[in-house]
Structure formats: C-alpha cells, structure tokens
C-alpha cells in the first residue's frame, strides 16, 4: 500500500525514497512499476515509491516537483537515501544498489540505450541520480524557475559544484538502464547536445531551491505500488 516495502525476514539496512515526476505518462508509468518492485525488493530495501503530479496544462517543472516531493517524503520517514528517477527509464542491473554515496551525489544512470551506454557529455547529471537529504540541502535542492524540459540537469550538476561536492557515477557496467519511449521519437541528435543553460546558476543557487519552494498541495492518497503527491 502506498508502494511502502519493508523485508519481512530481515532489518533493512536502507531506506530509499524513489522519486518520480509525473504528468500524463500512464504506460510509463505501469512499466516502470511492473519492474521496479521486484528489482528493490530482490536488494532487500526498505522503501517507498512516490509519484509527484502537476495539475494543469502548463509547462512541465520536474526540478519543482522533485523539491515537492523531498519536503512531502521527509515527513514520513528520516530516509537514507533519496532517489530522484525519470518514469521511462528501467535499470538492467540488480547489482546497481539503489543506495547513496556517503560523500557525494550520485549519478545512477550512468549508461543509457538511448546514448548507447556512454555519457552524452561529460557533466550530464540527468535520468537517475541518488542524494542524502544532507546533500539535498547543502546545495539547496533544485531550482523551481525550469519550466519546460531541459537545462535544469546541468544546473543542478553545476549546483553540486558550487556547494563543494562532486558527482560519482556508477560504474557503466552497473548503471545501464532501458529507455521506454511510448511518446513521439524525439531526435537522437538533440539529446546529444548540451542544452544551453539559461539561468546564471553561480548567482542564484543559494536563493532559488528548497528555500524559496512554494506550492499547493491538493491531495495526497496512497494507491496499491506507490503514493500519490498532487500540486499545483
């Protein structure tokens, strides 16, 4: 109930959040479902799946709603780890350990099909990546003024820079993932360039984030494999 999973034979030694951003992508949704709990509950975690949905038609803000989603989970438990997941992508390795660096961000996805396993470019912090709320809160979350797709990945890439940490990557064996792609092909093309950044990130970290977050929470029901955060 509420995609809440604890090992009934053993204590968990973690306990991860999985975070996901959701607007209208059901098929998705359903396939990463069908995969995820058996793959977490196989590393014998303790977690939770929460689902964070934006009402209306306007432009999309995942940082934003990932930010929603940390303050929402943190009140249900003190979590270890928190894992900020992208809905169409399903990891390859049950050794990739869904668990947080004790030091730095981790980037989880560190190979995808759709790139053909390697890293697009050299700072790319986006699909799956692992933080402690303590890292989530050094760098002051993610920034809430990216609407629409894009951009924020290297922001926050350049976020953990800025508050004196750095990004491990999982190793590219370890961190393969599928990409599901239910929606119109976009242009393989794009997705290896670098999104231009149009936010001055070195000024206004520290001032647009976990901070500055402001929504409306208009309902909260747990559903059979995961929780359901609705905002505006």
């Given at each position: 109930s509420g995609g809440r999973y604890r090992p009934p034979h053993c204590l968990a030694r973690y306990k991860s959040a999985i975070l996901v951003a959701y607007r209208n992508q059901k098929k998705n949704l359903q396939h990463l479902l069908y995969y995820i709990h058996p793959f977490l509950?196989?590393?014998?975690?303790?977690?939770?799946?929460?689902?964070?949905?934006?009402?209306?038609?306007?432009?999309?803000?995942?940082?934003?709603?990932?930010?929603?989603?940390?303050?929402?989970?943190?009140?249900?438990?003190?979590?270890?780890?928190?894992?900020?997941?992208?809905?169409?992508?399903?990891?390859?390795?049950?050794?990739?350990?869904?668990?947080?660096?004790?030091?730095?961000?981790?980037?989880?996805s560190s190979a995808m099909d759709e790139f053909?396993?390697?890293?697009?470019?050299?700072?790319?912090?986006?699909?799956?990546?692992a933080l402690t709320p303590e890292h989530y809160m050094k760098m002051n979350g993610f920034p809430n003024t990216y609407w629409g797709s894009g951009g924020e990945n290297d922001d926050i890439a350049t976020r953990i820079q800025l508050a004196g940490m750095k990004i491990v990557r999982t190793s590219p064996h370890l961190g393969r993932y599928k990409v599901m792609d239910y929606n119109e092909k976009r242009e393989t093309q794009e997705l290896w360039r670098r999104p231009m950044s149009l936010h001055n990130t070195r000024k206004t970290w520290k001032d647009d984030g976990m901070n500055s977050l402001e929504f409306?929470?208009?309902?909260?029901?747990?559903?059979?494999l995961y929780t359901n955060i609705t905002v505006d």
């Open positions: 509950q196989r590393q014998q975690l303790s977690y939770s799946i929460y689902l964070i949905q934006q009402v209306g038609n306007g432009a999309f803000n995942r940082a934003k709603l990932l930010n929603v989603g940390v303050r929402e989970a943190l009140k249900d438990e003190d979590w270890d780890c928190l894992l900020l997941h992208d809905i169409n992508l399903v990891p390859e390795n049950d050794y990739n350990l869904y668990v947080c660096d004790e030091y730095y961000p981790k980037h989880m053909q396993y390697i890293l697009p470019y050299k700072s790319f912090f986006g699909g799956v990546s409306k929470l208009l309902s909260r029901t747990k559903h059979p």
